[in-house]
């Protein structure tokens, strides 16, 4: 007799397992997850189709060689990104003022990348320049 109350509860407690936690919130979600797709914007390959983006809220307009760093503006310092970038290039930004403020940097090379005939940039890397005998320090964004 024993035995099968050993039996009976080790079966209780096994099946204690099994059931959801709803009072503490650890309920496992079996809702179907909606299917994340990388962002791909491969397909703008015209200035044209960049800016009707932007108008839709999907891109946003970006100085290649931001103007608080002397960037010109001319067409050819326009990028394009997906919205939401700008947080991080504005961090990048602000980390770079530093740098400025500090005496650190006196020269920046951007360098912009895409991916194939896009016109939104794939990425982005700042390479900020000071003493000759100081390697550059490099600040990348990786985009899309």
Known sequence: MADAKSLLLSIAL??????????????????????TKPM???????R????????RGELVK????????????VRE???YVPAGT??????AHDRISGLIELKAVDRMTVKPEYRGK?????????VCHG??????????????
Request: no cysteine; net charge negative.
């Open 14 to 35: 096994a099946s204690a397992m099994l059931v959801p936690d709803t009072a503490s919130g650890l309920v496992a979600d079996t809702a179907p997850k909606a299917e």
């Open 118 to 126: 896009s016109k939104v940039l794939k990425a982005i890397t700042y």
């Open 131 to 144: 003493a000759p005998d100081k390697p550059p320090i490099t600040i990348s964004i990786d985009i899309w």
């Open 40 to 46: 791909d914007f491969s397909h703008v390959t015209s």
């Open 62 to 73: 970006i100085w290649l060689f931001p103007k608080r760093f002397g960037g010109p503006e």
């Open 86 to 91: 700008e947080v991080a290039l504005e961090f």
């Open 48 to 55: 044209a189709l960049a800016d009707a983006l932007v108008k």
């Open 77 to 79: 310092n326009v990028g």
